[in-house]
C-alpha cells in the first residue's frame, strides 16, 4: 500500500518498484493499495475510511501480509496492526531484510545487523501486559516491561558492540587506502542505482567474478579489482552497493565505512540504465545519497549502461540537455568499453607532471620505473644517454630529480 502525494505523479511506478522489491526479499503481491493525500495520517499513514477498506481487501484476498511503501513511525505501525490484525511491514524493514539475505562477508552482515537493530530499537513494544497500566517501583513491574526493558538493554548493547566492530572496519579500510596511495594506485568507484548493471560492468572490465543478477541487491559487499587505462596507468575499480529511492537513513549511517569508498575515491562512475522508464528519478536518487555522503564534488563521470536495448532515437532524448561528462555503454554486450577507458583516462585526475630527463645508459632501470609509474612519450637513445620526454608522477620524483632537463618535479600531495 501506498500514499500518492499530488506533488508527486510517479507513486505509482514507486509502488511497482515496492512489489520488485517484495519479490526480491521472498513474497508474493497479490494486490495494492494506493491513496491520494497530502500528508499521511499521523495515527494510521491512510486515512481511516481507506483503512476500513484496506480491512477488507484483506479478507477478500486472504492475505497475511500488508508492506506500506513508506517507513512508518512505531505509532502508525502498532495502530495498524492492532485495527487490521495483519502483519505490517514498511519499506524500510523490506529492504533491511532483502540486505540480510545477501550480506555475505563479515562486515556485509555486521552492517546489516547494525541497521536492522537501530531500526528495530524505536519500534520494540510491549508484548501482554500492557506497560501504561503498570505501576512503577520494586514490586510492580510486569512481565511485558520486564522483557521489554531486558530486550531493549540486548539491542543497546548489541548496537554499541557493533559501532566498535565497524569502527576496526573503518580502520582497516582507511589503512588500506593509505597503503594504495603509497603506491600510487587511485580509486574509481562504481555507483548507481540497484540493478543498473554496475557488477556486470565490472566483470566485463576485469572478469571479477562478481554476482551480476536481474534482481536488486543483488550486490551489498564491495569488491575490487585492477584496471589498466590506455595510458598505461593502473586504478583499482571498487563496485559499491546499489542505491534506490528513499533508502533507509539507518542503512546509509551503517554502511558509512563501505560508503567512504566512493567519498575518498579519484572518479565516480554513476552507472544508469538507460532502458529504465525511470532513469532520471534513479539519477536523481543517486546524486541525493552521494550528497548526503559528502561525495558530491569528486569528479563524475555518467556511464549511461544497457544502449543495446534502446534505439538511437531514444538515446538521444534521454540524454538531451546532459552537460556533464558522459559515456554509452552495453556492459553486457561490451559495446562502447574502450571509448568508456578512454573517457576515465581523460577525466581522473592525474598527479604529477611532464618533463624531459637525460638518463645514462648505466642507470637505464629508471626507465623500467617511469613505464610502471607514468607515461613515457618518447625515447631517444644515444651512446651514453637516453633522453625522455614523459609524464612523471609524484611517488618516483626524487629518484629521478638528478636527471631533470625540463619540467618542475612536485612533491607527493595526495
Given at each position: 500500500?501506498?500514499?500518492?502525494?499530488?506533488?508527486?505523479?510517479?507513486?505509482?511506478?514507486?509502488?511497482?518498484?515496492?512489489?520488485?522489491?517484495?519479490?526480491?526479499?521472498?513474497?508474493?503481491?497479490?494486490?495494492?493499495?494506493?491513496?491520494?493525500?497530502?500528508?499521511?495520517?499521523?495515527g494510521?499513514?491512510?486515512?481511516?475510511?481507506?483503512?476500513?477498506?484496506?480491512?477488507?481487501?484483506?479478507?477478500?484476498?486472504?492475505?497475511?501480509?500488508?508492506?506500506?511503501?513508506?517507513?512508518?513511525?512505531?505509532t502508525?505501525?502498532?495502530?495498524?496492526?492492532?485495527?487490521?490484525?495483519?502483519?505490517?511491514?514498511?519499506?524500510?524493514?523490506?529492504?533491511?531484510?532483502?540486505?540480510?539475505?545477501?550480506?555475505?562477508?563479515?562486515?556485509?552482515?555486521l552492517?546489516?545487523?547494525?541497521?536492522?537493530?537501530?531500526?528495530?530499537?524505536?519500534?520494540?513494544?510491549?508484548?501482554?501486559?500492557?506497560?501504561?497500566?503498570?505501576?512503577?517501583?520494586?514490586?510492580?513491574?510486569?512481565?511485558?516491561?520486564?522483557?521489554?526493558?531486558?530486550?531493549?538493554?540486548?539491542?543497546?548493547?548489541?548496537?554499541?558492540?557493533?559501532?566498535?566492530?565497524?569502527?576496526?572496519?573503518?580502520?582497516?579500510?582507511?589503512?588500506?587506502?593509505?597503503?594504495?596511495?603509497?603506491?600510487?594506485?587511485?580509486?574509481?568507484?562504481?555507483?548507481?542505482?540497484?540493478?543498473?548493471?554496475?557488477?556486470?560492468?565490472?566483470?566485463?572490465l576485469?572478469?571479477?567474478?562478481?554476482?551480476?543478477?536481474?534482481?536488486?541487491?543483488?550486490?551489498?559487499?564491495?569488491?575490487?579489482?585492477?584496471?589498466?587505462?590506455?595510458?598505461?596507468?593502473?586504478?583499482?575499480?571498487?563496485?559499491?552497493v546499489?542505491?534506490?529511492?528513499?533508502?533507509?537513513?539507518?542503512?546509509?549511517?551503517?554502511?558509512?565505512?563501505?560508503?567512504?569508498e566512493?567519498?575518498?575515491?579519484?572518479?565516480?562512475?554513476?552507472?544508469?540504465?538507460?532502458?529504465?522508464?525511470?532513469?532520471?528519478k534513479?539519477?536523481?536518487?543517486?546524486?541525493?545519497?552521494?550528497?548526503?555522503?559528502?561525495?558530491?564534488?569528486?569528479?563524475?563521470?555518467?556511464?549511461?549502461?544497457k544502449?543495446?536495448?534502446?534505439?538511437?532515437?531514444?538515446?538521444?532524448?534521454?540524454t538531451?540537455?546532459?552537460?556533464?561528462?558522459?559515456?554509452?555503454?552495453?556492459?553486457?554486450?561490451g559495446?562502447?568499453?574502450?571509448?568508456?577507458?578512454?573517457?576515465?583516462?581523460?577525466?581522473?585526475?592525474r598527479?604529477?607532471?611532464e618533463?624531459?630527463?637525460l638518463?645514462?645508459?648505466?642507470?637505464?632501470?629508471?626507465?623500467?620505473?617511469?613505464?610502471?609509474?607514468?607515461?613515457?612519450?618518447?625515447?631517444?637513445?644515444?651512446?651514453?644517454?637516453?633522453?625522455?620526454?614523459?609524464?612523471v608522477?609524484?611517488?618516483?620524483?626524487?629518484?629521478?630529480?638528478?636527471?631533470?632537463?625540463?619540467?618542475?618535479?612536485?612533491?607527493?600531495?595526495?
Amino acid at each position: 500500500m501506498g500514499l500518492e502525494n499530488p506533488n508527486e505523479p510517479d507513486a505509482f511506478l514507486s509502488l511497482h518498484e515496492l512489489g520488485r522489491l517484495v519479490e526480491t526479499a521472498g513474497a508474493e503481491v497479490i494486490g495494492q493499495l494506493i491513496q491520494k493525500r497530502e500528508q499521511p495520517d499521523r495515527g494510521y499513514y491512510l486515512g481511516r475510511g481507506k483503512v476500513r477498506e484496506l480491512q477488507e481487501k484483506i479478507n477478500d484476498l486472504e492475505a497475511n501480509l500488508v508492506i506500506c511503501n513508506d517507513e512508518l513511525t512505531p505509532t502508525q505501525l502498532r495502530n495498524l496492526e492492532n485495527f487490521l490484525a495483519c502483519r505490517i511491514l514498511d519499506r524500510t524493514s523490506v529492504i533491511l531484510d532483502i540486505f540480510a539475505q545477501q550480506a555475505r562477508t563479515r562486515e556485509g552482515k555486521l552492517q546489516v545487523e547494525l541497521a536492522q537493530l537501530r531500526y528495530l530499537l524505536p519500534r520494540l513494544t510491549g508484548k501482554g501486559v500492557a506497560l501504561s497500566r503498570l505501576g512503577g517501583g520494586i514490586g510492580t513491574r510486569g512481565p511485558g516491561e520486564t522483557k521489554l526493558e531486558t530486550d531493549r538493554r540486548h539491542i543497546r548493547r548489541r548496537i554499541r558492540y557493533l559501532e566498535k566492530e565497524m569502527e576496526t572496519v573503518r580502520q582497516r579500510r582507511r589503512l588500506r587506502r593509505e597503503r594504495q596511495e603509497l603506491i600510487g594506485l587511485p580509486v574509481v568507484a562504481l555507483v548507481g542505482y540497484t540493478n543498473a548493471g554496475k557488477s556486470t560492468l565490472l566483470n566485463c572490465l576485469t572478469q571479477a567474478g562478481a554476482l551480476a543478477e536481474d534482481r536488486l541487491f543483488s550486490t551489498l559487499d564491495t569488491l575490487s579489482r585492477i584496471v589498466k587505462l590506455p595510458d598505461g596507468r593502473s586504478v583499482l575499480i571498487s563496485d559499491t552497493v546499489g542505491f534506490i529511492q528513499k533508502l533507509p537513513h539507518h542503512l546509509v549511517a551503517a554502511f558509512r565505512a563501505t560508503l567512504e569508498e566512493v567519498q575518498e575515491s579519484e572518479l565516480i562512475l554513476h552507472v544508469l540504465d538507460l532502458s529504465n522508464p525511470e532513469v532520471e528519478k534513479q539519477k536523481e536518487a543517486v546524486e541525493q545519497v552521494l550528497k548526503e555522503i559528502g561525495a558530491d564534488a569528486n569528479p563524475i563521470l555518467l556511464v549511461y549502461n544497457k544502449i543495446d536495448q534502446i534505439n538511437e532515437e531514444q538515446r538521444a532524448w534521454l540524454t538531451l540537455g546532459e552537460t556533464r561528462p558522459n559515456v554509452m555503454i552495453s556492459a553486457r554486450e561490451g559495446i562502447g568499453i574502450t571509448a568508456l577507458l578512454e573517457a576515465i583516462t581523460r577525466h581522473l585526475p592525474r598527479p604529477g607532471t611532464e618533463m624531459e630527463l637525460l638518463i645514462p645508459i648505466t642507470e637505464t632501470r629508471l626507465l623500467s620505473l617511469l613505464h610502471e609509474n607514468g607515461q613515457v612519450f618518447k625515447e631517444d637513445y644515444q651512446e651514453d644517454h637516453v633522453t625522455v620526454t614523459a609524464w612523471v608522477e609524484p611517488q618516483i620524483w626524487k629518484q629521478l630529480e638528478p636527471y631533470v632537463i625540463k619540467g618542475t618535479l612536485i612533491p607527493e600531495s595526495r
